[in-house]
């Protein structure tokens, strides 16, 4: 798979989860925290349309089954709102949230080279969720390979939580 070409240099200075769907166990809380702290300090966020070296805030929500990205200014007005469907994401996140059940878990009583060989499992599916979310952003939005896997992480959170 190539990876985007990335033109712009926009970037998210803000990344908020909705919080009415709860919350979750304190690892899935930890991997929320670490994204959106790792996104925060490092990312590339372009919407189409929007001015070179803009700054953007972010709130992540699911709504109705699909998954909404709702896209403000730097002084938090509103610009561009994107719903995508998480069909296609079905598979890949029911996937992922089988292999990080089975992280945590080795990581409480696996050897070092079993937690390792399904970290890098973890890993290739998390990145194929990153390539997906790429793929469904293309002509909306455009992000790195490092913002897309830290959005996704985000995504899962939601899902985790709904």
């Given at each position: ?18 919080e009415t ?8 809380e930890h ?5 959106i702290f ?125």
């Amino acid at each position: 798979m190539a990876e985007a070409q990335t033109t712009g240099s926009g970037r998210l200075i803000d990344v908020e989860l909705d919080e009415t769907i709860g919350r979750a166990t304190p690892d899935v809380e930890h991997e929320r925290n670490v994204a959106i702290f790792d996104l925060v300090e490092e990312n590339l966020f372009n919407p189409v349309g929007a001015p070179e070296g803009a700054k953007f805030r972010l709130k992540l929500s699911l709504v109705d089954k699909r998954l909404v990205f709702d896209i403000r200014d730097e002084a938090g007005g509103t610009l561009v709102t994107h719903i995508l469907s998480l069909t296609p994401f079905r598979k890949v996140i029911r996937d992922y949230f089988m292999i990080c059940d089975s992280y945590y878990e080795a990581i409480r009583s696996a050897t070092p080279q079993q937690i390792e060989a399904i970290d890098m499992g973890r890993r290739g599916i998390h990145n194929d969720g990153s390539q997906t979310l790429m793929e469904r952003l293309e002509g909306k939005i455009e992000v790195d390979l490092d913002t897309a896997r830290r959005l996704f992480t985000l995504i899962c959170v939601l899902n985790w939580r709904s």
